[in-house]
């Protein structure tokens, strides 16, 4: 009885690995003058959550945005565009006192998903920087994306 209860167990665990195949991308999301190493994991069906950890100019940032993926496949299969909301905080002038700075982030952007597990994207990102010790304002950033998709 034992194994039958493991073998069943093993072919479930065997569906879900297969039925979640692909919810995963890890790559970089390379900025005007850094880049950063991004992590996306689908959620729900068209909803995602992407967390990027960024090294660039004189500072390091730490960014989660909550994203709506919306289909395109009416320019070709693959094209999705989404759009969303989180939060950052990153500390910057590394090289001299130095701060830190807190606020939240939004991010609207377009890819394109090969075949292959590979996606490819373009998006925009503002943020309003307003906790901490730095001086806070208001940031943005274009971003190339390249991801492996697992």
Do not use: C
Not at 47 to 69: C, H, K, M, P
């Amino acid at each position: 009885m034992k194994k039958k209860i493991f073998m069943l167990a093993f072919v479930a665990a065997g569906f879900i690995v297969t039925a979640n195949a692909q919810n995963n991308a890890i790559g970089l999301r390379g900025v005007y003058n850094g880049a950063e190493i991004s992590f996306q994991h689908t959620l729900v069906n068209t909803n995602r959550l992407e967390v990027d950890a960024g090294f660039w100019g004189n500072g390091v940032n730490l960014t989660g945005i909550y994203q709506w993926n919306w289909d395109l496949a009416q320019l070709a299969d693959g094209f999705k565009w989404y759009a969303g909301v989180g939060a950052g905080a990153g500390f910057w002038g590394i090289n001299d006192k130095g701060y830190f700075n807190a606020g939240v982030a939004g991010q609207i952007g377009i890819e394109y998903n090969f075949n292959i597990p590979l996606q490819l994207s373009l998006d925009y990102r503002p943020a309003l920087y307003f906790l901490g010790d730095g001086k806070g304002g208001y940031w943005t950033n274009v971003a190339l994306g390249i991801r492996y998709k697992f």
